[in-house]
């Protein structure tokens, strides 16, 4: 079997699924603040890579509120496509979005792991497209849950990654010094120990 070739951001678009505040709440599976950080971190890489973004969201007005402000602050000109299915791919307005962006492979994160990230990634991989599902930026109800829905979507073809991951994919080399910044900066402030070693590493080399 051979081993599927490395992303690009120009063959792959992202697909945000009700990263909504409600469904926030619900979600068990990690650390709530650490779960929205890595959202805005992987919304983050697709401006810095210019990869095309799709926001769905649902019960926006009954249930769940808006996008959560800190992807909307990262996202300004992305309009988010209500629907009422659990299913995106069952919505045509959010199933068109996502066939308009041109691109087979889809990077998709969202809440909650078990039903609105496991349904449209199933019905993608059955028309064809190629899925990444972005497991740190998704939340389920419960760590459990949360696993054996990835079993599942990693049982039917898709391929499971990080934010941190995705990143690296699509930086590929620290010397693109077009996406440079961009890429350290997102690093920097989601990344953890990781992103602390860059701030020591520039101030080693280049002290303030």
């Given at each position: 079997m051979s081993t599927p070739p490395l992303l690009t951001p120009d063959d792959c678009a992202v697909v945000l699924v009700d990263e909504q505040a409600g469904l926030a709440f619900a979600a068990g599976s990690?650390?709530?603040?650490?779960?929205?950080?890595?959202?805005?971190?992987?919304?983050?890489?697709?401006?810095?890579?210019?990869?095309?973004?799709?926001?769905?969201?649902?019960?926006?007005?009954?249930?769940?509120?808006?996008?959560?402000?800190?992807?909307?602050?990262v996202l300004p000109d992305v309009v988010p496509i209500e629907r009422r299915?659990?299913?995106?791919?069952?919505?045509?307005?959010?199933?068109?979005?996502?066939?308009?962006?041109?691109r087979k492979t889809l990077?998709?994160?969202?809440?909650?792991?078990?039903?609105?990230?496991?349904?449209?990634?199933?019905?993608?991989?059955?028309?064809?497209?190629?899925?990444?599902?972005?497991?740190?930026?998704?939340g389920g109800l419960t760590v459990a849950s949360h696993e054996a829905a990835l079993r599942r979507l990693e049982q039917a073809g898709a391929v499971l990654t990080s934010w941190l991951q995705f990143l690296l994919e699509m930086q590929r080399d620290w010397t693109r010094h077009e996406t440079y910044e961009a890429a350290r900066g997102i690093v920097v402030d989601h990344g953890g120990g990781y992103g602390i070693g860059l701030d020591y590493a520039r101030d080693t080399i280049k002290p303030a």
């Open positions: 990690q650390d709530r603040q650490v779960l929205r950080g890595n959202a805005v971190a992987l919304a983050r890489t697709a401006v810095a890579f210019g990869i095309p973004v799709v926001v769905s969201t649902s019960a926006s007005k009954v249930y769940s509120g808006p996008l959560m402000p800190p992807l909307r602050a299915n659990m299913n995106l791919w069952e919505d045509d307005a959010a199933r068109a979005a996502v066939q308009a962006t041109g990077v998709v994160a969202g809440l909650l792991t078990e039903a609105c990230v496991t349904f449209p990634v199933l019905s993608a991989l059955n028309d064809g497209y190629r899925v990444h599902v972005v497991a740190d930026a998704c």
